[in-house]
């Protein structure tokens, strides 16, 4: 991905910014070719291989996020001060915290540890949260990783993580952060594929990501918000569409919202590795206690804030997502259709991205099936929904794409003020039939992503993949949106001629009979039967 600035810059020591940056990455900087991006994803996972059979693999990302974003800001770090160095001659001016994009104090750089060769475990713990300490826009970001528990790190396991890690360098100059973010998007991916039904708790597989932005189509200028933003993969993957086209990504404003204190650190150190200091990424429960970004204050507040585009992948049918304060109505209102049900809380995310859509604003949010067809509450919110014509496409998509749930899911596209030509109508496509198999997952190809898009972009009827709907025919139909009910794929039924079918049968019961006689007068004749 390409470097991004984005407006509302906050700079981690001060606003002033340095252009470009060039570095060694420290005395331990080893000099070597530059890496592809095979190379580099293959040296990024050799660092889990070290870890394999010491840490449990649910937890490897942290620490290997963690040592490679430390890696990261230090050959960083060292790369702007020699070059300002070359510029100014001063080495106390090169060293200034102002002059740098973020501040590692000296006694903890990369090089400082590796002076290290007892309880090293504490000393990257004390570095971590020094560099923590000392850069306001990083608070948080390594999380609660803990390296100096040492019946799980060892001096002698440390040290030779830390001899991976500085193999390679990974200043700009070498690594640039479009190199660097795919890289972490595939450790990102691994992670999750070994994470089974956990991964899809912090990724999304990039195809689905791929086809929502296509669908909901940012343009610049446009605020982007996620309100369950995992790693941050939707947002970055607005960024990139935007610069896909050659347009300013530079104008957009990102947003987000993440529970899990862990992946809100991976969203942090996903967004800082692609060069992305501005996205707001606020920590906490969007449901209970939803946050928006306040500019002039520079922080967040509670409330509901107003966006361009919201895209989405929440859990599915949350047990505990906040029942026993929604019933009585949400304090900050977004239950305007209703009140979902105890055991399942999709349509309180659908109706939280709702209302944070501006009036002229687009979402996509993944939803399962059940959704689309359940009654009682979840149907009584279904049914105000499509009263109120908010609801602009749905699409189902092929079994077995995301990690850890074989079922299928669909996107249900939203939008507050429909085009005129759209109204009173939602488009169905069934996807179901659009996918490549794969040996553990299926996934979607870039025809598949452009088919689906193209299909809810030209909202028409396609043979046995779309049809237009009146929002009439499917109130008929108890408001029901099962896809398969509207748009069937599959090879058509061949039609049944009842009476045909009913002479065939007549006459086999007679010829089954006349064959019965004639056996029953052998065995008379033999003396079987009377």
């Given at each position: 991905?390409?470097?991004?600035?984005?407006?509302?810059?906050?700079?981690?020591?001060?606003?002033?910014?340095?252009?470009?940056?060039?570095?060694?990455?420290?005395?331990?900087?080893?000099?070597?070719?530059?890496?592809?991006?095979?190379?580099?994803?293959?040296?990024?996972?050799?660092?889990?291989?070290?870890?394999?059979?010491?840490?449990?693999?649910?937890?490897?990302?942290?620490?290997?996020?963690?040592l490679l974003f430390y890696k990261r800001l230090c050959d960083v770090w060292e790369e702007e001060y020699q070059k300002l160095l070359a510029e100014t001659g001063d080495r106390e001016e090169a060293a200034d915290p102002d002059e740098h994009r973020f501040h590692i104090p000296p006694e903890h750089r990369w090089e400082a540890v590796r002076q290290q060769s007892t309880l090293i475990g504490q000393r990257l713990n004390n570095a971590l949260a020094a560099i923590e300490d000392a850069n306001l826009r990083l608070r948080g970001v390594f999380g609660d990783v803990d390296f100096a528990n040492q019946d799980r790190f060892s001096d002698a396991l440390l040290e030779k993580l830390l001899a991976h890690f500085e193999k390679h360098r990974l200043r700009n100059a070498d690594v640039p952060a479009d190199m660097l973010g795919d890289a972490y998007l595939y450790l990102i991916k691994m992670f999750a594929e070994g994470a089974g039904k956990k991964g899809g708790e912090f990724y999304t597989p990039r195809s689905i990501v791929r086809l929502m932005v296509e669908i909901i189509d940012p343009r610049p200028g446009m605020s982007i918000y996620d309100p369950t933003c995992g790693s941050a993969g939707m947002l970055l993957e607005a960024v990139q569409y935007v610069k896909d086209k050659g347009e300013n990504a530079r104008s957009l404003s990102l947003y987000g919202q993440e529970k899990n204190f862990a992946t809100w650190g991976i969203a942090q150190i996903n967004l800082f590795l692609h060069d992305v200091d501005d996205a707001f990424i606020a920590k906490g429960d969007t449901i209970l206690s939803p946050k928006r970004y306040d500019p002039k204050a520079r922080e967040f507040v509670e409330g509901v804030g107003a966006y361009d585009r919201v895209l989405a992948n929440p859990p599915f049918s949350e047990k505990v997502w906040g029942f026993e304060v929604w019933q009585n109505g949400d304090p900050f209102g977004r239950d305007e259709y209703g009140c979902p049900p105890k055991g399942y809380g999709d349509l309180a995310f659908v109706q939280h991205m709702l209302a944070s859509l501006k009036d002229g604003g687009v979402l996509a949010v993944v939803v399962p099936h059940g959704v689309l067809f359940r009654g009682g509450a979840e149907g009584r919110i279904r049914e105000a929904m499509l009263a109120a014509d908010v609801i602009e496409a749905v699409v189902g998509l092929a079994p077995n794409l995301f990690y850890g749930a074989g079922i299928p899911a669909a996107l249900l596209i939203c939008h507050k003020k429909k085009p005129a030509d759209r109204r009173g109508k939602v488009l169905i496509v069934n996807g179901d039939a659009t996918y490549t198999p794969g040996k553990a997952q299926n996934f979607l190809t870039d025809d598949h992503i452009r088919t689906l898009a193209d299909a809810v972009h030209g909202f028409a009827d396609i043979e046995k993949l779309a049809r237009v709907v009146p929002v009439d025919e499917i109130a008929a139909n108890g408001h029901n949106l099962n896809i398969s009910r509207y748009v069937q794929t599959g090879a058509d039924a061949e039609a049944v001629d009842v009476a045909a079918e009913v002479a065939k049968l007549q006459d086999l019961i007679a010829k089954r009979n006349e064959a019965e006689a004639v056996m029953f007068g052998h065995l008379r004749r033999l003396g079987y039967v009377g």
């Open positions: 991905m390409i470097p991004v600035a984005f407006r509302h810059r906050q700079a981690l020591a001060r606003p002033r910014q340095l252009a470009s940056c060039a570095g060694t990455g420290g005395a331990f900087g080893v000099m070597m070719a530059k890496l592809t991006q095979q190379e580099l994803e293959r040296h990024l996972w050799g660092a889990a291989d070290i870890l394999r059979g010491t840490v449990d693999a649910g937890d490897y990302k942290q620490y290997i996020f963690g």
